[in-house]
């Protein structure tokens, strides 16, 4: 039973009458970018903006609710320039070497590094340069505390700003440097600094949302890794396109990873279920088809027929089961570059058509969400052990 709470006769219909104009929060919290280039280096800030901007960050949640934060702004030229010089030589200079190697290939993170190097080489002409640190030293031991009592709040700052046409970018490089720049700037011991954030009004003010990943493939329901496409108010059923998503990081590119998705067989050795499979068409592309062969308790044995939707070397292969457009399930090995090793995220969701599932729960409705809950966590062991069967192989140097 729910606790008690006021009683309200006639509650606000807050979906189609929300309290705020959420279309302009919306467009304030997508738009709110790491702005580099796009600083207007040559008009100056007013101090009490800032003050103001402060005031509303320090609404943010805080550990205790002790007021611990502490925001630096530095103004003075030579200060700036000496901050800027630490900053470059605390790994500003590192990214604009990485910006002239990827310059002009086209490399996924070009635009980024371009940006990146803009503000490296130019951090002293940026009118305000804001420090946001707290009293304390974070003990490591996990537990909530510093940094998580800064960053809500430094992050209001930035919305703040933009509200307002100011910008600013998100930056922790001259942490490398952090006992220089505390000499710098008379920051005393047992002083954490946690961020640093160039201040300007910005040169227009359109900035766009980027590409992210879709909350619902990175958000779980009741148990890590299961997800629902669409989820319902009920409890989650087959209808909702319940799902499972593992994810395993692995010490290796994803070019050395892709031979063993490119298999489709090796998830077999990781399976109670699934038992191999043979390409019907003759290679692997959007469109091709294999035979998956399975055996379980329930079903016995069955073959499905797969059909590709999504095949990227090195990125991604995606299959539907029975049928592509109403699959029995919808299957996804994605490899996403990071610096040098590869987070492998392996995901099937159930449905939306007709499966073996949907046959058992037609014979016993009422079971519903927990016929789909167990399948959850029968293909969460198979694909956690497939997916970390990949890991150790690459990882071990084996040859697929
Ligand atoms: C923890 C953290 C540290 C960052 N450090 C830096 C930095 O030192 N220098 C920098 O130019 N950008 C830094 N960034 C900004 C990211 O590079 C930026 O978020 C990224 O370019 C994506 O741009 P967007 O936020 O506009 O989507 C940092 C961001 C975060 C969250």
Redesign the pocket.
Not at 169 to 173: D, R, V
């Given at each position: 039973m729910a606790p008690d709470t006021p009683p309200s006769d006639n509650p606000p219909d807050l979906l189609s009458d929300p309290p705020f104009n959420t279309a302009e929060t919306d467009r304030l919290l997508s738009t709110t970018?790491?702005v580099?280039r796009r600083l207007d280096l040559n008009r100056p800030v007013p101090p009490q903006i800032l003050l103001d901007c402060i005031d509303l960050a320090e609404q943010a949640p805080t550990g205790g609710n002790q007021s611990s934060r502490r925001w630096l702004v530095v103004r003075d030229p030579a200060t700036k320039e000496a901050l800027a010089e630490l900053y470059r030589e605390a790994?500003g200079r590192w990214?604009s070497d990485a910006y002239e190697q990827v310059c002009g290939t086209g490399h996924h993170n070009e635009k980024?590094l371009r940006?990146?190097d803009h503000?490296?080489r130019n951090l002293e002409h940026v009118p305000a340069i804001v420090l946001v640190a707290i009293h304390g030293v974070h003990d490591g031991s996990g537990r909530p505390g510093l940094f998580d009592s800064v960053i809500q709040a430094a992050w209001s700052f930035c919305l703040a700003l933009r509200s307002r046409g100011l910008g600013s970018?998100?930056?922790?490089?001259h942490l490398n440097a952090a006992d220089q720049v505390a000499e710098l700037l008379g920051i005393p011991d047992k002083v954490t600094q946690i961020v640093l954030l160039p201040v300007a009004w910005t040169t227009g003010d359109e900035f766009s949302p980027?590409e992210r990943q879709p909350a619902a493939d990175i958000t779980w329901f009741d148990q890590w890794g299961r997800t629902l496409q669409h989820p319902t108010d009920e409890a989650p059923v087959h209808a909702d396109g319940a799902g499972v998503t593992v994810e395993v990081d692995i010490d290796a590119p994803p070019e050395a990873v892709w031979p063993f998705i490119n298999d489709i067989n090796l998830p077999a050795h990781f399976s109670d279920e699934f038992q191999g499979a043979e390409w019907i068409s003759t290679e692997p592309a959007v469109g091709a088809t294999f035979l998956g062969r399975n055996r379980n308790e329930r079903m016995g044995d069955w073959e499905v027929v797969c059909h590709v939707v999504e095949y990227e070397e090195n990125r991604v292969f995606a299959w539907n089961s029975v049928d592509p457009d109403q699959p029995a399930a919808q299957w996804r090995f994605e490899l996403i570059p990071l610096a040098g090793a590869t987070r492998l995220r392996f995901s099937m969701v159930l449905g939306p058509g007709p499966s073996g599932l949907t046959a058992i729960i037609e014979t016993m409705p009422d079971k519903e969400a927990k016929l789909v809950a167990n399948r959850q966590a029968g293909q969460t062991s198979n694909m956690r052990r497939c997916v970390e069967g990949i890991r150790d192989l690459v990882e071990k140097g084996t040859k697929p």
């Open positions: 970018r790491a580099r790994g990214i980024t940006s990146a503000l490296a970018a998100w930056t922790t490089i980027v």
